[in-house]
């Protein structure tokens, strides 16, 4: 597989100094599809380094009762891969820096036909693409058509990954790779940084990209301490969850914005 890396993944890594990025998570079309764009665009200015951006799926199987519930608003609202991709063209007619991650299923790639969709993907802007049910002993042919088009191939490794499929993982991944830390669904459990901590040592004894963290990160003080050990800090749960909150009290799409930007600006605060 050609050694082809994203520019703009490969540039935010390179810049921070001593501080781990910030990747928040959201929903494509949650809590609103007009509202993504701007959306996407108020995380930035509160410090977000990439957006990791949900393609809504009716099955969203890795993902807790947060990210269920806001995939389920997103495709009861009819938002579609293709849409997700016009989303992402609309916030580079603003935004040519901020690194934009699609993380998804298999099955709407698949609808689209995985080589439209890395072409689709590249004129787009997007950056990197993690796809949960893509393991990369079988889709090397798929990591090569993202390549090809300029998109980081990006995989994730559990606390239950061999370092076998560590190996495997290494020959494939672009961009960074995505450890989660916790076993079982996105936005359960309890953080032990120092578990993760010891494990990050291992994944980088195979891998020699970035390593991001999720799953568990609830707040500053987590975020904090993953930061201390990881190359990114990925979190989406507590995000949406914030979101929600705020819309179900004002029924607003700007009141949702603004909670989610004062929340990760102190998530921000505290990496620095």
Known sequence: MSETKNIRLANCFAKLENRAALIPYITAGD????????????LVKAGADVIEMGVPFSDPMADGPVIQR?????VARGVSLSMVLDMVREFRQHDNTTPIVLMGYANPIEAMGQERFAQAAGEAGVDGVLTVDYPPEECQEFAGMLSQAGVDPI??????????????????????????????????GSLDTDAVARQLEVIRKHVHIPVGVGFGIRDAESAKRVGECAD?????????????????????????????SQWLAQVRQALN
């Not at 809590?31 to 108020?42: F, R």
């Not at 806001?70 to 997103?74: F, I, L, V, W």
């Not at 507590?238 to 929600?244: F, Q, R, Y």
Request: proline share 4%; no cysteine.
């Open 31 to 42: 809590p609103s599809v007009t509202v993504t764009v701007p959306l996407m665009h108020a």
């Open 70 to 74: 806001a995939a389920e608003r997103a």
């Open 155 to 188: 995989f994730l490794l559990a606390p239950t990954s061999t370092e076998a499929r560590m190996q495997s993982t290494a020959k494939v991944a672009r961009g960074y790779v995505y450890y989660v830390s916790l076993k079982g669904v996105t936005g359960s």
């Open 232 to 260: 990114a800090v990925v979190i989406g749960s507590k995000l949406i969850e914030t979101m929600e909150a705020a819309y179900a009290q004002n029924n607003s799409d700007d009141q949702a914005i603004q909670a989610a």
